[in-house]
């Protein structure tokens, strides 16, 4: 089920695309059809990485074909009423400027609370999974978690209301104006998708850097283990600094004297962290 809706967000993605070329439609300052595009696109990718993840499950066939069900159904709707609303000419996302508007804005807030909810079900289904490489399982099992905190960082949209009451993604302004290329993200004020994005794709990452570490290297389940704990832990905290940089009403380019001084300090305990896990894992073999 997974793989069809990964196939049907391709087909939402294509129509993006063509819609790029052929509609010249401006939406808050960006190109109408890049949102759909890269929401198709995202899920896809998604899909097919939650696909992946959970195919190192065992048992529970009926509770994983209701997960992905209910997971595919949610997004391919999600990618239908972002595609609908940019060919009435609207936004789809903190909209409230009609009823009908208004429904839709809600109705996705609905199927992001059913992706969650499902998203988080699977996580606890990796969490108690056993037999499979103690390297490779902290890496599934740290991308579902930092993933589900991504979702979760969006949540700060919706409470973000100093320019408009629905909510919204700018801190410092309304949603538009200046931004970086594809993303949109603002280069002149705050930015929540920035901590949002990150989270999300740590679904990707993590699994792909745990996979890395057993295909690539000759390091025991146990050390790769623990190197994927630094890993996961020191995603989180880069998710927490973009998401608080952007409450502060910064833009992700223009980071000030506080935000480098926490992400220097970060990436000294995550070095630190790294290297002493190495150390470890080489007293140990030597020790052998």
Known sequence: ??????????????????GLIVDPTVLTGAPAWMKPAKFSFSIAVYLLTLRWILSHVRGRARLLAVLSTVITVALVAEIALVE?????????????????????????????????????????????????????????????GVCVLGMLAAVTMIFNKGWNDSGGHTV?????????????????????????????HALQLLPLLAWAL??????????????????????TAVVLLFTWQALRGQS??????????????LAGLAAVATVTVLRRSRRTTAVG
């Open 252 to 265: 992700v380019v223009r980071p000030d004297g506080e935000t480098l001084a926490v992400a220097a300090a």
């Open 214 to 235: 057993l295909r690539w290297t000759h390091l025991d389940a146990t050390t790769r283990a623990r190197l994927l704990n630094v890993a996961g832990t020191t995603y």
């Open 84 to 144: 609908m609303q940019v060919l009435r000419g609207t936004t789809s996302h903190f909209n409230e400027s009609s009823d009908f508007d208004a429904a839709v804005f809600y109705a996705m807030g609905g199927i992001v609370s059913l992706v969650l909810i499902a998203t988080i079900a699977a996580g606890v289904l990796a969490l108690k999974q056993r037999g499979i490489d103690r390297g490779l399982a902290a890496g599934l099992r740290w991308g579902i």
């Open 1 to 18: 089920m997974l793989a069809v809706g990964a196939g049907l967000s391709a087909v939402g993605f294509a129509i993006a695309v063509v």
């Open 172 to 200: 410092g302004a309304a949603d538009g104006g200046a931004g970086m290329l594809i993303t949109g993200w603002s280069l002149e004020h705050g930015d929540l998708r920035v901590g949002h994005f990150i989270g999300l």
